[in-house]
Nanobody
Framework: QVQLVESGGGSIQTGGSLRLSCAAS????????MGWFRQAPGKEREGVAA????????LYADSVKGRFTISQDKANNTMFLQMNSLQPWDTGMYYC???????????????????WGQGTQVIVSS
């Protein structure tokens, strides 16, 4: 019933931009914490950004702050990740996640998110 579907990934050159989308359904989107995580081959999955869907307030990992922006279209239960100035180390599979909590406190702990999409691949070439 809960479904998260990512889109917008692709291959791009260093310095380029991509906009990822996550379409959510099957839960009350307006009162949860949504997040973006990424995983490079051979590495642990790491938090990228999160958003309080009630207010639209975003949170960011230090590695992406200033380059990435999380946003949403509440009317369509869709979350976005605008990625600018992409670097090779941004390469990985990007996952949309949701947890049924109004708060995003502790969002960097991926196990706090109960729902996950299948991921969309981002490849940044140098």
């Amino acid at each position: 019933q809960v479904q998260l579907v990512e889109s917008g990934g692709g291959s791009i050159q260093t310095g380029g931009s991509l906009r990822l989308s996550c379409a959510a359904s099957g839960f009350p989107y307006d009162s949860v914490c949504m997040g973006w995580f990424r995983q490079a081959p051979g590495k642990e999955r790491e938090g990228v950004a999160a958003i309080y869907t009630t207010s639209g307030t975003g949170l960011y990992a230090d590695s992406v702050k200033g380059r990435f922006t999380i946003s949403q279209d509440k009317a369509n239960n869709t979350m976005f990740l605008q990625m600018n100035s992409l670097q090779p180390w941004d390469t990985g599979m990007y996952y949309c996640a949701a947890r049924r909590s109004i708060s995003c406190i502790g969002w960097l702990q991926r196990n706090s998110f109960g729902y996950w999409g299948q991921g969309t691949q981002v490849i940044v070439s140098s």
